[in-house]
T-cell receptor
Framework: GAVVSQHPSWVICKSGTSVKIECRSL??????MFWYRQFPKQSLMLMAT?????????EQGVEKDKFLINHASLTLSTLTVTSAHPEDSSFYIC????????????FGPGTRLTVL | AQSVTQLDSQVPVFEEAPVELRCNYS??????LFWYVQYPNQGLQLLLK??????LVKGINGFEAEFNKSQTSFHLRKPSVHISDTAEYFC??????????FGTGTRLLVSP
């Protein structure tokens, strides 16, 4: 089956630093990738949608200058949390679709970010 | 806007017993609904989906769900659970063309 990986699986950083999270589709080409954020005991909240070679589309309330998304190839998308603060601590999950619809969307295992 | 509600945060059940995980949705547009399962330290896996047609949808691992328009529900059921079904289950609805809206999840705890 289609596999999506994320790296790192967990990261701890100091306040004010930037952190990059990678999302890779291992055995298929992902034309669209999605980034979600999940707080404890809460829903996955969509942060942004990115199509390969295009600028990401951010959801309302998500700071695009803080959460930089790059989808430079059909197998890799990155999320960079810039100038991280403790309130950015969360579980970040990516998913990838091989078409234009979310009917077939494959999820990565998530990245736990802790900002001290 | 679509919203998805999972009223039960945790459902304990004994092995081989039946289980139902509840999901209600609100939407004024076409309804596309999904159930995902998340095992520890793994990504979400699609269990089943309803797009149109038969209201009873069968998925993987013996799970099924029934779309009920009058009650705006899409409950997940399994007639006999196994220990290995212990996981977090998420109900989701599609909003627009690409966006998925998730419920808060239900932890299914199967004990011997």
């Amino acid at each position: 089956g289609a596999v999506v990986s994320q790296h790192p699986s967990w990261v701890i950083c100091k306040s004010g630093t930037s952190v990059k999270i990678e999302c890779r589709s291992l055995d298929f080409q992902a034309t669209t990738m999605f980034w979600y954020r999940q707080f404890p005991k809460q829903s996955l909240m969509l942060m942004a949608t990115s199509n390969e070679g295009s600028k990401a589309t951010y959801e309302q309330g998500v700071e695009k200058d803080k959460f930089l998304i790059n989808h430079a190839s059909l197998t890799l998308s990155t999320l960079t949390v810039t100038s991280a603060h403790p309130e950015d601590s969360s579980f970040y999950i990516c998913s990838a679709a091989d078409g234009q619809s979310t009917d077939t969307q494959y999820f990565g295992p998530g990245t736990r970010l802790t900002v001290l | 806007a679509q919203s998805v509600t999972q009223l039960d945060s945790q459902v304990p059940v004994f092995e081989e017993a039946p289980v139902e995980l509840r999901c209600n949705y609100s939407s004024s547009v076409s309804v596309y609904l999904f159930w995902y399962v998340q095992y520890p330290n793994q990504g979400l896996q699609l269990l089943l989906k309803y797009l149109s047609g038969s209201t009873l949808v069968k998925g993987i691992n013996g799970f099924e769900a029934e779309f009920n328009k009058s009650q705006t529900s899409f409950h997940l059921r399994k007639p006999s659970v196994h220990i290995s079904d212990t996981a977090e289950y998420f109900c989701a609805g599609r909003e627009g063309f690409q966006k998925l809206v998730f419920g808060t999840g239900t932890r299914l705890l199967v004990s011997p």
